[in-house]
Antibody, heavy 119, light 110 residues
Framework: EVQVVESGGGLVRPGESLRLSCVAS????????MSWVRQAPGKGLEWVAN????????YYLDSMRGRFTISRDNAKNSVHLQMNSLRAADSALYFC????????????WGQGTLVTVSS | QSVLTQPPSASGTPGQRVTISCSGS????????VSWYQQLPGTAPKVLVY???QRPSGVPDRFSGSKSGTSASLAISGLQSEDEADYYC???????????FGGGTKLTVL
């Protein structure tokens, strides 16, 4: 069974940093792209970033490039999202997801980890 | 405003067939396949359809997807009360180099 479990969310002040982690199981992790998607309270889904199987290619939503960094550790079946200079607008539930090879969109999703940015 | 356009709401009665549309452009739906997701209240999204019309194992065949040009649709037949949820379409955009989602459609079963 495919499982994706996120961690690392919490309450931080504007300008601070946070590192989200995701551990996957139930599939051949090194063979898949991985993704982060977020959802602000009461809002729709917003893609954040994708990372290729070997970590050599990373794509970001324009507004996050430079502040957010996606990385992965295939030896630990994990993917991370380093978030710097956080703003109130970054408050959201952050989902980690496996990516379907066909269109680089998520297929299997974790339950999410909540990030709240507030003074 | 989302790159992919979905109606904000849809509704139907039990047993009915409803369709949810998703409109894009040449750089996204015109070149890449669509995925559809169901998000029940308080839960993570679940993929219903990928590669335009393929269902993962375990997804009932009441859910079907199609795509033509720059538009896609999700059809739900034999509507059930448990289908009440938010539905999202998504694809890759070659111009933006990123995943784009529709704004979501809230389905109400009357």
């Amino acid at each position: 069974e495919v499982q994706v479990v996120e961690s690392g969310g919490g309450l931080v002040r504007p300008g601070e940093s946070l590192r989200l982690s995701c551990v996957a199981s139930g599939f051949n992790f090194p063979a898949y792209w991985m993704s982060w998607v977020r959802q602000a309270p009461g809002k729709g889904l917003e893609w954040v970033a994708n990372i290729k199987q070997d970590g050599s290619v990373k794509y970001y939503l324009d507004s996050m490039r430079g502040r957010f960094t996606i990385s992965r550790d295939n030896a630990k079946n994990s993917v991370h999202l380093q978030m710097n200079s956080l703003r109130a607008a970054d408050s959201a539930l952050y989902f980690c997801a496996r990516v379907h090879a066909g269109n680089l969109c998520p297929d299997y999703w974790g339950q999410g980890t909540l990030v709240t940015v507030s003074s | 405003q989302s790159v992919l356009t979905q109606p904000p709401s849809a509704s139907g009665t039990p047993g009915q067939r409803v369709t949810i549309s998703c409109s894009g452009s040449r750089s996204n739906l015109g070149r890449n396949s669509v995925s559809w997701y169901q998000q029940l209240p308080g839960t993570a999204p679940k993929v219903l359809v990928y590669s335009d019309n393929q269902r993962p194992s375990g997804v009932p065949d009441r859910f079907s997807g199609s795509k033509s040009g720059t538009s896609a649709s999700l059809a739900i037949s034999g509507l059930q009360s448990e289908d009440e949820a938010d539905y999202y379409c998504a694809t890759w955009d070659d111009s933006l180099n990123g995943v784009v989602f529709g704004g979501g459609t809230k389905l109400t079963v009357l």
